[in-house]
């Protein structure tokens, strides 16, 4: 062997060897950061929705406990001398603190429910307008002056009734929320291929497009003030229920101003029946009806 030739090429050999070997250490301890970082990252996730939700809740429940709870001492003081009318305003405000409480225990366990992925969805055919009448009784007088425009022979859409009552109430109470004076939202809905939309228009402020899908994210109250309740899980909650029933919930401008948000889910085979409502109005030159039926259910949901 020439030691002249041979020598440099050794040398050249083992840099290169120590040269790929501190590259492969490197490659290794780059993949075990990313690991670590990725492993670290549902603790920090956690982290910020528990720092969120206690920042969140923390006025949301104080207010309603201390109001149902002054309401209450004052019922039981005996040094108090309260007439009929005093009794029965503690006790609506008791009774409404009460519901403000259930409904955030309810938003709470709807969304753990939802990120656990337990939902117990069971979705058959089912008359939308029976579920509008639903959805409308279970926000009581307000929704009276809600329009309704559903057209005669729409299909019938596959959904779990019962969290379909509770999205379009949800979606619909939101509207209310934001509507002037005078312009009530209003309910439309349509076939679209094998599905069915159904349409919550309002002419409120608005959201813009750059927020849209900031709304649906936890514990976001967008336009809110500080008087207003709710820890901002109601959209999140409602597109997740749709979500699990294989729909779609989105949001768009309604023309002329306003926020529009677009329910989807699956069509059935058997168009559905008309009915006529005692909440919301049928709008002139349609056959769109609702009405309430016993197999209503009660419930109270958020607003965005």
């Known amino acids: 062997m020439n030691l002249a030739t041979g020598t440099p090429a050794l040398l050249v050999a083992v840099v290169a060897a120590a040269l790929a070997g501190h590259a492969a250490r490197r490659t290794r301890q780059a993949a075990a950061a990313i690991a670590e970082a990725e492993a670290a990252r549902p603790v920090a996730d956690a982290d910020r929705a528990r720092t969120a939700l206690l920042g969140a809740v923390s006025h949301d429940l104080r207010s309603p406990l201390a109001a149902a709870k002054a309401a209450v001492s004052c019922l039981r003081s005996r040094e108090l ?49 029976e579920i509008i009448a639903c959805s409308l009784e279970s926000l009581g007088p307000r929704a009276e002056a809600v329009r309704v425009r559903i057209p005669a022979g729409l299909p ?7 969290i379909m009552e509770r999205v379009i109430a949800n979606v619909t109470a939101n509207a209310l929320r934001y509507s002037p004076a005078g312009s009530p939202p209003l309910l439309t ?7 069915v939309e159904l349409r919550v228009m309002d002419h409120g402020p608005g959201v813009p497009e750059a927020d849209r899908d900031r709304m649906f994210a936890p514990f976001q109250r967008l336009g809110d003030t500080g008087t207003t309740t709710g820890v901002g899980l109601g959209l999140t909650v409602a597109r997740g229920l749709t979500e699990a029933m294989d729909g779609t919930l989105n949001a768009g401008a309604t023309p002329g101003g306003g926020l529009t948000m677009t329910i989807s889910v699956p069509a059935a085979s058997r168009p559905a029946r008309a009915y006529r409502g005692s909440r919301g109005r049928r709008e002139m030159g349609t056959t769109s009806t609702v009405r309430a039926h016993p197999g209503c259910s009660g419930f109270r949901l958020g607003s965005r």
């Open 156 to 162: 019938q859409v596959t959904a779990d009734s019962i």
């Open 81 to 129: 001398r309260l007439t009929a009318e005093d009794h029965n305003e503690l006790l609506a405000t008791a009774d409404e603190s009460l519901d403000l409480l259930t409904h955030l225990a309810a938003s709470l366990l709807d969304m753990s429910r939802l990120q656990a992925g337990v939902v117990p969805v069971f979705p058959r055919p089912a008359d939308l307008g």
């Open 189 to 195: 809905a349509r076939a679209c291929g094998d599905r």
